[in-house]
């Protein structure tokens, strides 16, 4: 069967729709290049909805989990301690799919969780977490925050090990889905809920 008309099928029942919302958050998750590596997670803050871009850093399949870094002294993390329900939103330009998912949300700071992500993540990444002060301080001009010795020079692991103390990673079992097709021809929409049950799909109206 063509690649097409596979696509079309699975467009047009429900597990051929979660098949496809799988496969397209492991691909965000593997390849920076994916819009799908560059999704909005939605947090509680006390003034209400909190947005920002995170990277999807793994998207694990068997336990439904969505997996991102953060500083641990960021809004963020404290908004996740007070609310653990967080939101996320994906759109792909190219497939005109938009995925919407919510979910309870763990942090890890350290567990061997976090001490697997953190060995595993490059010196640039862990630059992220080398702020001498915490995310959001107030400062008198443009500044990284980065102390002298991480500002002079590409750093090496070994220079950013300080940092793993500000290094936390958020996870997400997703709770529930909403899937948006975007079509010449009619948009189609699905719903997928998972609770103690097992789960729940059914179509839409856009
Ligand atoms: C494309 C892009 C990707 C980003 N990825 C992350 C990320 O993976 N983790 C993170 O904590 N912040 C990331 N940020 C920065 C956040 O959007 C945000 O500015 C920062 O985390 C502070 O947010 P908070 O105060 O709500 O915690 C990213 C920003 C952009 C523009």
Redesign the pocket.
């Known amino acids: 069967m063509s690649y097409m008309r596979k696509k079309e099928r699975n467009g047009n029942t429900l597990n051929g729709v979660l098949n496809d919302c799988w496969e397209m958050l492991r691909r965000g998750a593997a390849h920076f290049n994916d819009p799908y590596h560059?999704p909005v997670l939605g947090t509680t803050a006390n003034t209400g909805v909190?947005l920002?871009?995170?990277?999807l850093r793994e998207f694990l399949i068997p336990g439904r989990v969505l997996l991102?870094?953060?500083?641990a002294r960021?809004?963020?993390i404290r908004e996740i301690a007070g609310s653990s329900n967080v939101s996320w939103l994906f759109y792909h330009p190219q497939k005109k799919i938009q995925l919407r998912i919510s979910g309870h949300a763990t942090l890890h700071a350290d567990d061997q969780f976090a001490d697997e992500q953190w060995a595993a993540a490059k010196a640039t990444s862990r630059l992220n977490y080398c702020a001498i002060q915490p995310?959001?301080t107030p400062v008198d001009g443009p500044s990284s925050g980065l102390p002298d010795l991480l500002r002079r020079k590409v750093p090496a692991l070994l220079d950013t090990e300080k940092c793993r103390r500000n290094f936390m990673v958020i996870t997400c079992r997703i709770d529930s889905m909403d899937w948006l097709a975007l079509r010449v021809l009619g948009n189609r929409r699905a719903r997928f809920d998972w609770d103690e049950t097992g789960l729940k799909a059914k179509w839409l109206i856009p």
């Open positions: 560059w909190s920002r871009c995170v990277i991102c870094h953060s500083d960021a809004e963020k995310p959001g």
